[in-house]
């Protein structure tokens, strides 16, 4: 078990990145310097985040910083899942396989495919005109 005093981790979603950085305390999820409800306003986002903390049963007696920037909302909430996984791996590593298990550690790669010359999106051709 690490000392709870240093330890953080990173996750990425898309465009976002976020910094878990995990204290001892009384359960508070404090994310950009803002409260938690306030940060994600709609309930799918925070069970999103929770999902780490509600499969190990932890949470409680941890006060979780979270610096997060870039993508969208749910975006953010992903980068904030898998940094909170990767924390808490680092604070006991017995908890990998549940995690593991559950998905949660591997990094979501999908983002937004570029979009091509000639083309008018990503896939999308001109539209076919016969005449």
């Given at each position: 078990m690490a000392e709870l005093s240093n330890i953080h981790a990173t996750g990425k979603r898309k465009t976002?990145?976020?910094?878990?950085?995990?204290?001892?305390?009384?359960?508070?999820?404090t994310v950009n310097h803002r409260n938690f409800e306030e940060y994600f306003p709609m309930e799918t986002t925070r069970n999103l985040v929770r999902t780490p903390l509600q499969?190990?049963?932890?949470g409680a007696d941890l006060d979780i910083l979270v610096n997060?920037?870039?993508?969208?909302?749910?975006?953010?909430?992903?980068?904030?899942?898998?940094?909170?996984?990767?924390?808490?791996?680092?604070?006991?590593?017995?908890?990998?396989?549940?995690l593991k298990k559950a998905g949660l550690l591997t990094r979501d790669a999908?983002?937004?495919e570029r979009k091509k010359y000639g083309r008018r999106?990503?896939?999308?051709?001109?539209?076919?005109?016969?005449r």
């Open positions: 976002a990145i976020a910094r878990v950085y995990l204290r001892p305390g009384s359960g508070r999820i499969l190990v049963n932890l997060v920037r870039g993508g969208g909302i749910e975006g953010q909430a992903g980068a904030v899942k898998h940094a909170l996984s990767r924390a808490l791996v680092e604070l006991n590593p017995e908890l990998r396989a549940v999908r983002i937004k999106g990503a896939r999308r051709g001109c539209q076919y005109s016969k």
